[in-house]
């Protein structure tokens, strides 16, 4: 049956605007006709964040879609490689089964790095026969995200045969190469692979984009790269994603509040909307992205070109969201993952060394970034145990394996805030093992031990007292709605704040501590790890 949506239609191709009639049957624009009509608002195409971890935003992604529709997010590309790396192919397929059950177009890439690193250890592997199997279903569209860009340069050949699949069935790779430059950024791209999400100055954007890559703007939670990204965006076509967005974040706005942003920093309103519609659907290969025949009726009715804020959201024709409300049931799947891991003593979190002092190594924290420093501090010993400065914001920082019984790995941390107690995450990047940050060791092992007890999530702990916020989709996600998940996040990050935390997203922030792949000092679950060197090093250096 033909239906027409009537508007100011927006030619994001040809950067015009016209009063115009949009026909569409079974879910495809048939014709788009000029017509004399005058209309308030403007038609413009869906939008589309073509780099997001749904997992980060701890909504399943039927929760995810009734949180962003509203906001004119109408398709998402999204990697799955945090439920993959605890649950293998079983969590991917848990995504896709419960995306099909809401309007949102949600396409995935398939994971290249289960796990990220062979430095640490996971709940699963993909291997090559797994990922070209993955990336022959229709809805996975691209090889997701390399993270191990040492494995590319050095010819890793378990890298390269996930290469070479992505390559036999015509499939984009997506990038990931935190401060890769000169001769090893040439061989990383001459691999094939297409994007980059990670670059946090406009001279690295320069240098990755002439040589040929697609330039992903990031502007999430933990990460945001827009206003840093600027100067090249406003010159060159780009591709603006979130990669990562809390729940709460998701409640103010997506896609819409990141172009909103673009535009406020002078980037032109045509070419923010294509950074979010026509670029990610052509690099990806989509039917979407521009209100054009054969191209699917995914549609936006916005206020203005400013803040883009959605009045009526179509997803191939039909309206899904008006005036911020959704107009779809949200039916979420269920999938309970029991966390096995062996109760802990505070013991297990203290460092041990001789001496009155000692030098360590510490992990620097750095505000809006998930790349870190690699700082050293000189750290008190007391009855043989060394000691946090609070003075100097030094407090410990541990992972400890939830897939199997190993030893704690313990560390130090800067920059977080923490004057007492701890906090505790089973969200820690790529692996998921569960991290803790903290003062007091007795502490943290309250918090480990309680997040074991209720299958994973976020947990703040002062006096052996525990607040938390429950994950029980393998410890990453949830199915309540996304106000509830607010109200929860709020609340447990509230009490992070009261135990002294400065960061305006502690657990999102806490989680990329342990991820191995970004520059330049981290924790995983077998010590800690100077990235920039690709290896373990001791947390202390001398005593004194």
Request: net charge negative; charged share 20%.
């Given at each position: 049956m033909m239906t027409t949506i009537e508007g100011n239609v927006v030619d994001v191709r040809d950067k015009r605007v016209y009063p115009g009639k949009v026909d569409h049957e079974d879910g495809v624009i048939t014709s788009v006709e000029e017509t004399t009509g005058e209309y308030s608002g403007y038609l413009v195409p869906g939008f589309i964040d073509s780099h997001v971890h749904i997992e980060s935003s701890l909504l399943c992604p039927s929760r995810f879609a009734e949180a962003v529709v509203p906001h004119g997010t109408t398709a998402v590309i999204t990697d799955p490689h945090e439920i993959a790396n605890v649950l293998g192919i079983p969590g991917i397929d848990y995504m896709r089964k419960d995306s099909k059950t809401v309007p949102l177009r949600v396409y995935f890439t398939a994971p290249s790095c289960v796990p990220a690193t062979p430095f640490e250890t996971s709940g699963a592997v993909i291997g090559?026969?797994?990922?070209?199997?993955l990336l022959l279903r229709e809805d996975v569209v691209a090889l997701g995200e390399m993270m191990n860009f040492p494995g590319v340069i050095s010819g890793d050949p378990e890298v390269l045969a996930k290469l070479d699949a992505a390559r036999k069935v015509g499939k984009p790779v997506d990038g990931h190469c935190p401060v890769l430059a000169g001769d090893d950024l040439k061989k990383y791209i001459a691999a094939g692979i297409s994007t980059d999400h990670e670059c946090v100055t406009a001279e690295e954007a320069y240098e990755k984009h002439r040589l040929g890559m697609r330039i992903m703007v990031r502007q999430g939670s933990a990460s945001r790269n827009l206003r840093a990204l600027a100067p090249f965006a406003k010159e060159n076509e780009f591709l603006l994603v979130s990669d990562d967005k809390t729940a709460s974040d998701l409640l103010e706005g997506h896609v819409d509040m990141m172009m909103a942003e673009a535009v406020s920093l002078g980037i032109d309103p045509f070419h923010a909307l294509r950074a979010a519609t026509l670029n990610p659907a052509e690099h990806y290969r989509l039917p979407l992205g521009a209100i054009e025949p054969g191209r699917m009726a995914d549609i936006v009715r916005v206020s203005d070109l400013q803040s883009f804020r959605a009045e009526e959201v179509f997803i191939g024709g039909e309206l899904v969201a008006k005036d911020s409300l959704g107009r779809f049931e949200v039916r979420p799947k269920e999938m309970v993952n029991e966390m096995i891991l062996q109760r802990k003593v505070p013991s297990d979190f203290e460092l041990l060394a001789h001496g009155e002092k000692v030098s360590a190594r510490v992990i620097g924290v750095v505000r809006d970034e998930i790349v870190t420093d690699s700082l050293a501090a000189?750290?008190?010993?007391?009855?043989?145990?060394?000691?946090?400065?609070?003075?100097?914001?030094?407090?410990?920082?541990?992972?400890?394996?939830r897939y199997k019984d190993a030893p704690?790995?313990?560390?130090?941390?800067?920059?977080?805030?923490?004057?007492?107690?701890?906090?505790?995450?089973?969200?820690?990047?790529?692996?998921?093992?569960?991290i803790v940050v903290g003062v007091s060791s007795e502490d943290m092992a309250v918090a480990v031990n309680t997040l074991a007890t209720e299958g994973g999530g976020f947990c703040a702990c002062s006096d052996g007292k525990c607040s938390m916020l429950r994950l029980h989709v393998a410890g990453l996600l949830c199915t309540k709605r996304v106000h509830d998940v607010k109200v929860s996040l709020d609340q447990i990050q509230d009490r992070a704040r009261e135990l002294g935390c400065v960061l305006h997203t502690p657990?999102?922030?806490?989680?990329?501590?342990?991820?191995?792949?970004?520059?330049?000092?981290?924790?995983?679950?077998?010590?800690?790890?100077?990235?920039d060197r690709f290896e373990f090093v001791d947390p202390l250096r001398e005593s004194q």
């Open positions: 090559p026969s797994e990922t070209e199997e000189t750290l008190p010993v007391q009855n043989g145990h060394v000691m946090p400065d609070l003075a100097d914001d030094v407090i410990r920082i541990s992972v400890v394996n704690v790995k313990n560390s130090f941390v800067k920059g977080l805030g923490i004057k007492s107690g701890a906090i505790a995450s089973s969200v820690s990047h790529d692996s998921h093992n569960i657990f999102m922030t806490m989680s990329f501590l342990s991820l191995l792949v970004v520059p330049h000092l981290k924790i995983g679950d077998r010590g800690l790890f100077d990235v």
